[in-house]
């Protein structure tokens, strides 16, 4: 069984700086994928950034990094430069991969965000 | 646009009735997963369909039903409807070889009243 868990319920960042919201996880598997998703007030659900548990290099996307520490099963979301767009709930999410098995996402409860001007 | 499309948007009814939601995935996409969102508990994985074949089951009450049709579309029917059943019903799609990504629909919004 997998279970993700983020233990930052809310959290507020002024604009333009820096934050970064944290992510546990517990896994058997050995291939998995991890996620962020970002739901703004819309309720749409965004991709943020994807990384390979393969993978050591730490994922980036613009604004947007991951600390992947694969011993400490760890998943941290920086965010640089905040933007008021950026207000959202956050998920951290993960899914197994390899043949054979279901690619279902396993969710955190999620981290509120709020960008203040 | 993430090109995955739900309908209905809103959906109101009463306890005991019955429901059906709709979601049509990307072009191509051969995986439709269906999560629930509430309150209390949070957002959980119902029941993914691959090329029409249920494939892995979740936290999906008896009440609740799936079918993917040849045309890829697939229907999430929801029975004898409690107000705990209130939620948000997200419905994502994936083609297996492509990092696994799922995209999202924009998700129907279910008021049992």
């Known amino acids: 069984a997998q279970t993700v868990t983020q233990s930052q319920p809310e959290m507020s960042v002024q604009e333009a700086e820096t934050v970064t919201l944290s992510c546990t996880y517990d896994t058997s598997e050995n291939n998995y994928y991890l996620f962020w998703y970002k739901q703004p007030p819309s309720r749409q659900m965004i991709l943020v950034i994807r990384q390979e548990a393969y993978k050591q290099q730490n994922a980036t996307e613009n604004r947007f990094s991951v600390n992947f520490q694969k011993a400490a099963k760890s998943f941290s979301l920086k965010i640089s430069d905040s933007q008021l767009g950026d207000t959202a709930m956050y998920f951290c999410a993960l899914t197994p991969w390899g043949e054979g098995g279901s690619e279902k996402l396993v969710f955190g409860k999620g981290m509120k965000l709020t960008v203040n001007p | 646009d993430s090109g995955v499309t739900q309908t209905p948007k809103h959906l109101i009814t009463a306890t005991g009735q019955r429901v059906t939601l709709r979601c049509s995935p990307r072009?191509?996409?051969?995986?439709v997963y269906w999560y629930q969102q509430s309150l209390d508990q949070g957002l959980q994985f119902l029941i993914q369909?691959?090329?029409?074949?249920?494939?892995a089951k979740g936290n999906i009450l008896e009440r609740f039903s799936a079918q993917q049709f040849p045309d890829l579309h697939s229907e999430l029917n929801l029975s004898s409807l409690e107000l705990g059943d209130s939620a948000l019903y997200f419905c994502a799609s994936s083609y297996r070889t492509e990092n696994n990504e799922q995209f999202f629909g924009p998700g129907t919004r279910l008021t049992v009243l």
């Open positions: 369909y691959y090329n029409g074949e249920e494939r």
């Open positions: 072009s191509g996409d051969l995986s």
